[in-house]
């Protein structure tokens, strides 16, 4: 009986071990490159230990009819670095000051006593396609006139600042197109944001903002990843990972290499309460290997 028990005992084991090789996952053989099998090697990424003008400078610029002027150097504290973060902040300074901010028209913005933080890695960090992502917070949503916004643009884009000869293709042509990863519009969303790509209409100034986009419900004042992925010909939006959104074949339309702009916007003329701003502990781009 006892040699009966070793025995047993020994076939035991040896099926376990054969069992337990077999549960661990192989590498697939030369399988071509799918949304699960694509591998992806990181050429950019900031994880905001201090403001590196290598990859980012303040963006200076008046569209949409905003009502605070974007200021450089982390006047008023509109984009301090601390804790391994950036914060882009809207500031009432409490005094209305002139603003040397001007719109693609060559238009000045008004005297104003909002300030505000906006960084572009324009000319800085630029690339085709590939995947991007950020992860951020916001200290609060919800509230009339916020409009955070991570999102991309094309680098022939011809709006300030202008320092490359060929940065002459006007929104939202091919060379200047925009893919919006995350917008949050406080007038009329509460932990929502606002996903998808800008459709060019063929005409400078032209684009249709409706139909490429749609809103995801998340906790916005908690840190989540919001990244977007040339996948084939598809645009792919992903909430911490999980895709949330398609552009279908959308993803041809933007061929050109695009910058990464964060910004933190008063759109409105609502008034102001406390401080607001976008916290990003780090963004990165990947391209496919």
Excluded at 155 to 167: G, I, S
Aim: with cysteine; net charge negative.
């Amino acid at each position: 009986m006892k040699h009966i028990s070793l025995l047993a005992l020994l076939v035991f084991c040896i099926s376990f071990i054969s069992c337990k090789e077999k549960s661990v996952p192989k590498e697939p053989a030369s399988e071509p490159a799918t949304a699960t099998t694509a591998k992806w090697k990181v050429d950019f990424l900031d994880n905001f230990d201090t403001f590196n003008a290598e990859n980012w400078q303040d963006q200076r610029i008046w569209v949409n009819n905003e009502n605070h002027c974007y200021v450089p150097d982390n006047q008023f504290g509109t984009r301090e670095v601390s804790n391994g973060a950036i914060k882009l902040k809207v500031v009432n300074t409490g005094e209305v000051r002139p603003c040397d901010n001007f719109d693609k028209h060559g238009k000045q913005h008004p005297p104003t006593a909002y300030a505000a933080g906006r960084i572009c890695s324009k000319n800085r960090k630029e690339f085709i396609k590939g995947k991007w992502t950020a992860r951020l917070r916001l200290s609060s949503n919800g509230e009339a006139s916020q409009f955070p916004a991570w999102w991309l643009l094309g680098a022939q884009n011809n709006e300030p600042p202008v320092q490359e000869e060929n940065e002459n293709v006007c929104w939202p042509l091919t060379g200047s197109g925009e893919i919006d990863i995350f917008e949050h519009h406080g007038d009329h969303l509460k932990d929502e944001f606002t996903t998808g790509a800008i459709k060019s209409l063929n005409e400078c100034d032209k684009g249709d903002w409706e139909n490429y986009r749609t809103n995801i419900d998340a906790t916005l004042n908690e840190y989540h990843e919001y990244s977007v992925e040339w996948e084939g010909s598809d645009l792919v939006y992903r909430l911490d990972g999980t895709e949330v959104y398609r552009n279908v074949g959308e993803g041809d339309n933007y061929p050109e290499p695009m910058f990464a702009i964060l910004n933190y916007a008063k759109i409105t003329d609502s008034p102001m309460t406390g401080e607001w701003f976008m916290e990003v502990d780090w963004v990165k781009h990947e391209s496919q290997i």
